[in-house]
């Protein structure tokens, strides 16, 4: 039996992701409090605020170089962060040793701190909204791309293509009378027949592989630098071990049962010349023949 499990989504991830960021912008924030604090009313600080690697003991660095999703780490203004906050650190500590110094803090020395403290504010909202449109590019139920991200994502594949001569598998899957688990168990058992084999998908295909969620019950995949033939015992695999295993879900009196559920697979390539709309296409007319075809099967499309 294939249980229905509560997997971490993406959007689960990225919203963690902005959780944790906007802690790590709170103890930047603190961090430069106390130093306001120093400056102005002349307080003593510990030993770390005076140190040339001070910016290491903000919660900032160390959420920086803490485990982070790739969500986080593919981002532009991530790399840039590093170098804003140690500077922004930096500039704070000269005028913090002035102050020790009994000597007089430049308006100058006060101008390179604002200076550098709003580019890091602004990489830090940069960075924060790319991660907000991430959310944008998932499906809120089923945590794969939804129609317009993945529509992206084959864009920059086709790109890559274009330039490598390479290829890849487009592949349209459908859940057989799908109707039906709503009709009997409820939209909730049906969504969760939906989430489950969204995960299923994910979970048996290679990391760099993308799926997403085409509309319905139906999900698009890609699966880069294969050919036709590669993607079919794919498939099959992935269409055999879905067939006989059951899963379980709620019937309307709230009771466990198992239901045995198929897909049909369409599949057709993406290659140099031949773009995505045609692929897709193409991809959707194999997947018809399959359903045509008594379903729970695998088509290549074949002009």
Known sequence: MLAITDQNTAIDEIGRDIIALDKAIEQHSQWQAECSKKLICGQQLPKQFLRSDTHKYCGFDRWYFGDLSH????????????????????????????????????????????????????????????????????????????????????????????????????????????????????????????TFFANYLKMNLRPYDSVGRYGGEEFLLCLPDSAVKEAELIMERLRKNLAIHPIKIKDPE?????????????????????????????ADMAMYEAKSGNRNQVRIYSI
């Open 254 to 282: 709230k009771q466990d049962i198992e239901i045995n559920i198929t897909a049909s697979f369409g599949i057709s390539s993406m290659s140099k010349g031949h773009p995505p709309s045609q692929a897709i296409e193409e």
């Open 71 to 194: 969500f986080i780490s593919m981002q532009d203004e991530y790399l840039l962060l590093e170098k804003l906050h140690k500077e922004t650190h930096a500039c704070i500590g000269q005028a913090i040793s002035k102050s020790d110094n009994s000597a007089f803090i430049q308006s100058e020395d006060y101008d390179k701190f604002i200076a550098s403290e709003t580019k890091f504010a602004l990489a830090v909202v940069n960075l924060r909204d790319a991660l907000f449109g991430q959310l944008y590019s998932f499906d809120y139920l089923t945590g794969v791309y939804n129609r317009q991200a993945f529509y992206s994502t084959l864009e920059k594949e086709f790109a890559r293509i274009e330039r490598s001569s390479g290829y890849s598998s487009i592949v349209m899957v459908d859940l057989d009378f799908f109707k039906q688990v709503n009709d009997n168990y409820g939209h909730k058992a049906g969504d969760n027949v939906l």
